[in-house]
T-cell receptor
Framework: KNQVEQSPQSLIILEGKNCTLQ??????????LRWYKQDTGRGPVSLTI?????NTKSNGRYTATLDADTKQSSLHITASQLSDSASYIC??????????FGRGTSLIVHP | KAGVTQTPRYLIKTRGQQVTLSCSPI?????VSWYQQTPGQGLQFLFE???????NKGNFPGRFSGRQFSNSRSEMNVSTLELGDSALYLC????????????FGPGTRLTVL
């Protein structure tokens, strides 16, 4: 069964700290993996897109990693800011580009 | 460049009615995808249209349908509404679909009473 599991479900950190979000998937055949940030009441915004051959991709303070052998990905946020408070969603596209979504990690950054 | 727009932003309907949602993609984008987001199920893929043809479809009943026009604007229709159809409906556009980056609209919040 094609599934995407994210952990933790929720996370609270202090401003300025780093954090890492996890994504495990069983989607097959793999096409690409994406991380999205979704602020409350708004549509998701793309952070990174990674294909099978890419191990790391950065977008400012966001760095995503992909291990296609273990089917795991992580999103590392460096020097967190209050504006990082949002839901972070991992999406894996399979074969003919049909997406399977994780349930997301809710991140709260406190001052 | 204008982003993806969705209309209406909010909608209240009663069970049994039907509803049509509209999505205008970013200029030049030919692929439009539709998603349903609920607290219980999260984000789920409905379907994708490319150059007026449905290219991919998720696991939703036939009550959910869509179409795309020659100017790439897309509509989504839900017939015989059920309480469980209450959700945020998002559309996303991309230049070509597939591996291309998607840009999401703000969504239409549908409430079924």
């Amino acid at each position: 069964k094609n599934q995407v599991e994210q952990s933790p479900q929720s996370l609270i950190i202090l401003e300025g700290k780093n954090c890492t979000l996890q994504c495990n998937y069983t989607v097959s055949p793999f096409s690409n993996l994406r991380w999205y940030k979704q602020d409350t009441g708004r549509g998701p915004v793309s952070l990174t897109i990674m294909t099978f051959s890419e191990n790391t991709k950065s977008n400012g303070r966001y760095t995503a990693t992909l291990d296609a052998d273990t089917k795991q990905s992580s999103l590392h946020i460096t020097a967190s800011q209050l504006s990082d408070s949002a839901s972070y969603i991992c999406v894996v596209f399979r074969g003919s580009y049909i997406p399977t979504f994780g349930r997301g990690t809710s991140l709260i950054v406190h001052p | 460049k204008a982003g993806v727009t969705q209309t209406p932003r909010y909608l209240i309907k009663t069970r049994g009615q039907q509803v049509t949602l509209s999505c205008s993609p970013i200029s030049g984008h030919r692929s439009v995808s539709w998603y349903q987001q609920t607290p219980g199920q999260g984000l789920q893929f409905l379907f994708e249209y490319f150059s007026e043809t449905q290219r991919n479809k998720g696991n939703f009943p036939g009550r959910f349908s869509g179409r795309q026009f020659s100017n790439s604007r897309s509509e989504m229709n839900v017939s015989t509404l059920e309480l469980g159809d209450s959700a945020l409906y998002l559309c996303a556009s991309s230049s070509s679909g597939g591996g291309a980056e998607q840009f999401f609209g703000p969504g239409t919040r549908l409430t079924v009473l």
